[in-house]
């Protein structure tokens, strides 16, 4: 695999901690990976991550800050070798979209769940959880 996309529904909370994560293992792995997040919908294109995924990220040494929000297209199916839903929601609309490079997150070392979405949260409060399955994913997904 030499290419990967993280894709959720509006690239600002869930998928830019993902494509964060990543970023660090390809870093620390040594390994020749590009990767890059978007989101199904248009919503927050152009956006800076909420700033509860920044903090988070921020806690454990990532710095997702100067990440931007943009919408998926079906170039990226072409692009990268691997699209990466965060929820079955997102699986299906890249599904609808003819996209067959598909997988979920939760595929790996999660029986398939859903990485919740944090956008309706009540504060902070989830952010971690959130992360800290993103990762379990996300080092199981680059070292299959
Ligand atoms: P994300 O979270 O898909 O993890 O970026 C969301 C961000 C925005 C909305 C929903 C989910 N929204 O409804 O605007």
Redesign the pocket.
């Known amino acids: 695999m030499k290419s990967v996309l993280f894709v959720?529904?509006?690239?600002?909370?869930?998928?830019?901690?993902a494509e964060g994560v990543a970023r660090r293992l390809i870093e620390e792995g040594g390994h020749n990976i590009t990767v890059d997040s978007a989101?199904?919908?248009h919503?927050?294109a152009g956006e800076p991550?909420?700033k509860h995924?920044v903090t988070v990220a921020h806690n454990h040494n990532i710095d997702i800050s100067k990440l931007r929000?943009r919408q998926v297209c079906k170039a990226d199916f072409r692009t990268f070798d691997l699209i990466v839903a965060?929820?079955q929601s997102?699986y299906n609309d890249l599904k609808a979209m003819g996209c067959t490079n598909l997988v979920k997150l939760g595929d790996y070392g999660h029986e398939g769940a859903d990485?919740p979405?944090?956008?309706?949260f009540d504060g902070f409060e989830g952010f971690e959880h959130?992360y800290t399955m993103i990762e379990s994913c996300v080092k199981k997904l680059l070292t299959r």
């Open positions: 959720c529904l509006g690239n600002i909370c869930r998928s830019p901690i989101g199904t919908s919503w927050h991550p909420c995924s929000a965060l929820d997102n990485v979405d944090p956008y309706f959130v």
